[in-house]
């Protein structure tokens, strides 16, 4: 929200750069191309031609943030018509993020599970170019909301360079949070799935991919 409200008020791009450095690590929110913003730990982050600084974090190397930060997904909370595949994989990282926590914790390690919900990308345009149904395929008369669900992730996608800010705040702090969750629907669509019966969900889901129409 910070960098999509600054790069509104301001009418111009507005971009978020990490650097590294033997000092440590830091990211920069900041006007203009990456070139033109340094942080390298030894002082302040700063700006030349023209870019304007609006915020940075440091994290010095003499205290690091020991994190291993797995991606999930929303859709590993529950499963959607035509994305079984997709959704038991991310299950599947959400298990093996549950395991290395504890298995690392000893360690002084932090796992972190990044959750996100709808995030834009071109995820949903790879994913449709692929659909390829046979005319004698019992799912013809719904290839429609087959292409739904390819798209369902990007309909009000929340852009990349918003999403990523909270998550590297999260995953810079001392001790960071077992699981983040960011995007579109990423609160909503899992708390449906908690409080609907499992089969009210299901008829939901399969009426919005139209899957209703085959009875």
Do not use: W
Not at 7 to 32: D, K, L, M, W
Not at 71 to 89: D, H, K, M, N, R
Not at 133 to 150: C, D, H, Q
């Amino acid at each position: 929200r910070y960098v999509r409200s600054e790069a509104v008020a301001r009418n111009e791009g507005v971009g978020v750069s990490f650097y590294n450095g033997s000092a440590g690590q830091c990211y920069v929110i900041h006007t203009g191309s990456r070139a033109d913003c340094q942080c390298d730990g030894t002082g302040p982050a700063q700006c030349t031609s023209g870019a304007v600084l609006l915020k940075s974090v440091f994290q010095p190397a003499s205290q690091p943030v020991k994190v291993v930060a797995n991606v999930g997904s929303i859709v590993g909370l529950f499963t959607t018509p035509f994305a079984a595949a997709y959704c038991s994989s991310k299950a599947a990282v959400h298990s093996l993020t549950d395991a290395l926590r504890m298995e690392l914790a000893p360690f002084g390690i932090h796992v972190v599970s990044i959750q996100p919900g709808g995030v834009r990308s071109s995820f949903g345009e790879h994913a449709e170019a692929v659909v390829r149904l046979p005319e004698t395929s019992l799912y013809k008369p719904v290839e429609t909301g087959i292409r739904a669900r390819a798209q369902a992730g990007q309909q009000g996608a929340m852009p990349a360079d918003v999403f990523v800010v909270p998550v590297v705040d999260a995953l810079l702090r001392s001790s960071p949070p077992r699981v983040i969750r960011g995007g579109t629907n990423s609160v909503r669509l899992p708390l449906l799935k908690r409080l609907l019966p499992a089969a009210m969900f299901d008829a939901k889901l399969s009426k919005l991919f139209g899957l209703d129409a085959l009875r």
